[in-house]
T-cell receptor, first 110, second 114 residues
Framework: GQQVMQIPQYQHVQEGEDFTTYCNSS?????IQWYKQRPGGHPVFLIQ?????EVKKQKRLTFQFGEAKKNSSLHITATQTTDVGTYFC??????????FGTGTRLTIIP | DSGVTQTPKHLITATGQRVTLRCSPR?????VYWYQQSLDQGLQFLIQ???????AKGNILERFSAQQFPDLHSELNLSSLELGDSALYFC?????????????FGPGTRLTVL
C-alpha cells in the first residue's frame, strides 16, 4: 500500500550535533505532517506542510516539503537531550487516514 | 496534556479474553481515531469515527471492533485476544474530518496479553 518511507530508522548523535530525518514517497502527497513521540509518551503534532517547496521553522527545527511534494525533511540544529524521541512524518494520500509507519528514533549521547 | 483521555492506562489479561478500551476526545472534537503501536510494526491506524459514523478503516482485525457514542466518546473492543495483540493502543481526536487536521493523541492504553 501507499506509505512514506522514512530514513534513517535509528540515529544516535552527540549532543550539540545536527540531525536530519528524511521522508520519501513514490506518489505526490497532498500534505505531510510531523509528529514527535518522547519515550514513554504519545505522539505530539509538530507541524503540517502543504505547499510545494514550503519551509517552516520552529526554533532549532526546520521542516521542508519538496518541490515535487514527494519528500520532506526535518533538520534539528545543535541537538539537545530534550530532542530525544521518535519522529514521524505521516501523510494522508488523499484519504482521511494518516499512515505513520515506524518513524526515526533519535537518541542523544550527552 | 492533549485533552484526550483514555482508560484504563494498563490492562493485563489472558489469551482468549475480551477487553474494552475507552477514549474521550477533546471537547468539541468530532473525529476519533484508534491506533495500535508495537515495537516491530510502528504506529498502525486501525479505524476512524466521525460524529458517530465509521469514516475510515485501516488494518483492523475482524476480532476488533469500535464504536463512537452520541456523547462522542469511543470504545475499542478486542476479542479472542492473542499474545500478538499485546501493544500500546492510542486514541486521537481532531476537530473535524478531512485531510488537513492535526490529531491530538491520548496517553494510550498498554495491553498485555499473557
Amino acid at each position: 500500500g501507499q506509505q512514506v518511507m522514512q530514513i534513517p530508522q535509528y540515529q544516535h548523535v552527540q549532543e550539540g550535533e545536527d540531525f536530519t530525518t528524511y521522508c520519501n514517497s513514490s506518489t505526490t502527497l497532498s500534505n505531510i505532517q510531523w509528529y514527535k513521540q518522547r519515550p514513554g509518551g504519545h505522539p505530539v503534532f509538530l507541524i503540517q506542510l502543504v505547499k510545494s517547496g514550503e519551509v517552516k521553522k520552529q526554533k532549532r527545527l526546520t521542516f521542508q516539503f519538496g518541490e515535487a511534494k514527494k519528500n520532506s525533511s526535518l533538520h534539528i540544529t545543535a541537538t539537545q537531550t530534550t530532542d530525544v524521541g521518535t519522529y514521524f512524518c505521516p501523510s494522508n494520500f488523499g484519504n482521511e487516514k494518516l499512515t505513520f509507519g515506524t518513524g526515526t528514533r533519535l537518541t542523544i549521547i550527552p | 496534556d492533549s485533552g484526550v483521555t483514555q482508560t484504563p492506562k494498563h490492562l493485563i489479561t489472558a489469551t482468549g479474553q475480551r477487553v474494552t478500551l475507552r477514549c474521550s476526545p477533546r471537547s468539541g472534537d468530532l473525529s476519533v481515531y484508534w491506533y495500535q503501536q508495537s515495537l516491530d510494526q510502528g504506529l498502525q491506524f486501525l479505524i476512524q469515527y466521525y460524529n458517530g459514523e465509521e469514516r475510515a478503516k485501516g488494518n483492523i482485525l475482524e476480532r476488533f471492533s469500535a464504536q463512537q457514542f452520541p456523547d462522542l466518546h469511543s470504545e475499542l473492543n478486542l476479542s479472542s485476544l492473542e499474545l500478538g495483540d499485546s501493544a500500546l493502543y492510542f486514541c486521537a481526536s481532531s476537530g473535524t474530518s478531512g485531510l488537513y487536521n492535526e490529531q491530538f493523541f491520548g496517553p494510550g492504553t498498554r495491553l498485555t496479553v499473557l
